[in-house]
């Protein structure tokens, strides 16, 4: 069963730093693309970052230079490294996997970011 769990959100000021896990089971995230995605209140659910089977990795504009998104095979555990919060990273932040053209997400993990 494929299972995607999100930890490590948290209120944070402006020009801090989080770092959020995605941890999962039911599946190698090694074999995969793995993607994070976020979700601000009223807003559509964005793209964040991408990291593919072969460790390339992409980010959406808004977080280029200040997010990095990583993996760990042995713990089966995707990562995103946020540097430099600001106000607009406020959202919800899903860990994805596309399996067999099926979309899974996480329950997400809050991230706040407030003075």
């Known amino acids: 069963q494929v299972q995607l769990v999100e930890s490590g959100g948290g209120l944070v000021q402006p020009g801090g730093s989080l770092r959020l896990s995605c941890a999962a089971s039911g599946f190698t995230v090694g074999a995969y693309f793995m993607r994070w995605y976020r979700q601000a209140p009223g807003k559509e659910r964005e793209y964040v970052a991408v990291i593919s089977t072969d460790g390339i990795t992409n980010y959406a504009n808004s977080v280029k230079g200040r997010f990095t998104i990583s993996r760990d095979n042995a713990k089966n555990t995707v990562y995103l490294q946020m540097n430099s919060l600001k106000f607009e990273d406020t959202a919800v932040y899903y860990c994805?996997?596309?399996?067999?053209?099926?979309?899974?997400w996480g329950q997400g993990t809050q991230v706040t970011v407030s003075s």
């Open positions: 994805n996997v596309m399996l067999r053209r099926v979309d899974y």
